[in-house]
């Protein structure tokens, strides 16, 4: 993940042991890549809902136990494996982030706790 990305705070405490601080950055750089694609100005809607889709199928490909294409996903694999981390719970951002490019504004919270808790 660049140094100089424009979200400027510490992700894991030095206080952390040296694995478990790696692991932080690496679960970091997921949720902030996939942000980004989200969030791109310059991405076509499809383009993002395509990066976003290959995001799941890697994931999909780590609960096969296969190696995944990308370094950032058998990274992610080592830590959800290392941790028991399931993996569930990063497909569930993606959702998120796919739902970002579509909804825009909830009318009500109650409405916004629908669909969370669909």
């Not at 791109?40 to 296969?66: G, I, V």
């Not at 719970?89 to 504004?105: C, G, I, K, N």
């Amino acid at each position: 993940m660049a140094i100089d990305h424009y979200e400027n705070f510490p992700v894991a405490s030095r206080l952390l042991s040296k694995s478990i601080r790696q692991a932080m950055h690496t679960v970091y750089e997921f949720a902030r890549s996939a942000d980004d694609i989200a969030d791109s100005l310059e991405l076509s809607e499809s383009f993002k809902h395509e990066r976003l889709q290959f995001y799941h199928d890697e994931l999909s490909r780590l609960e096969r136990n296969e190696a995944a294409v990308t370094h950032l996903f058998n990274e992610l694999g080592n830590i959800i494996r290392d941790f028991h981390i399931p993996t569930t719970y990063f497909h569930s951002l993606l959702d998120a982030f796919e739902q970002d490019l579509t909804v825009s504004r909830y009318l009500t919270f109650t409405e916004l706790e629908k669909k969370i808790y669909a």
